[in-house]
């Protein structure tokens, strides 16, 4: 039995239920709480030394950070593909996950706004306007890619799922519980609604988790 060590809210962790219910894969919950620091225990740290989630704990091996896992699960259990057979799709997908990746998700991650408080001495107010700052540059440069690429359908790519499809809906899911005004990105919107409504995406939401509170 596969074991994901997850946190209800954490983005990344939702990227991977939505990937293993896509793969029709079993797996068993293993709840890390940030808000009570689990991820910082020493038997945490001993699994996954860098003590973030989600974790997967797949045939004995641990496999962390969403983007590689999420390729794991791709290349040990092939269908429904993930990724796209060409090159060029594929690195077109893989630039669209990254922008939330890499470019969003990092600047606005819990640890992340709880320095901008404790060391800066940052407001809710102030902090809230750094995440919507990030939210707005992030679905900016991921819409105009979007739109450039001529690529998308019903999702990302055609109307076929792939990682960025994966990576977009709990980023959308995390800028509405912010408050983050998405008007001006209206293809990212409609896509991530799309996809949300497929059963594996709705029933890896946050609200329907057991830690959920």
Not at 68 to 84: I, M
Not at 94 to 123: E, M, T
Not at 146 to 167: F, K, Q, V
């Amino acid at each position: 039995m596969r074991t994901l060590y997850t946190f209800f809210r954490s983005s990344t962790s939702y990227r991977l239920r939505i990937a293993l219910a896509l793969k029709g894969l079993d797996w068993e919950p293993r709840f890390i709480s940030l808000p009570r620091m689990d991820h910082r225990t020493a038997d945490y740290m001993a699994l996954n030394p860098q003590g973030l989630v989600p974790a997967l704990v797949d045939d004995g091996q641990v496999f962390a950070q969403s983007l590689a896992v999420l390729e794991y699960l791709d290349e040990t259990h092939p269908e429904p593909p993930l990724l796209p057979t060409d090159p060029a799709g594929r690195a077109y997908v893989r630039g669209l996950a990254q922008i939330i990746g890499c470019d969003i998700h990092p600047l606005n991650n819990v640890r992340v706004l709880k320095y901008l408080k404790a060391r800066w001495q940052l407001s809710d107010d102030d902090t809230n306007e750094w995440y919507r700052h990030w939210i707005e540059e992030g679905f900016r440069s991921f819409e105009a890619t979007l739109r450039a690429g001529c690529r998308h359908g019903r999702y990302c790519l055609g109307d076929t799922i792939t990682i960025a499809d994966i990576c977009l809906v709990p980023q959308v899911a995390n800028a509405r519980r912010f408050d983050c005004d998405l008007s001006a990105f209206p293809l990212s919107v409609e896509i991530a609604g799309a996809a949300a409504a497929l059963p594996a995406f709705a029933e890896a939401h946050p609200s329907l988790q057991p830690d959920a509170f």
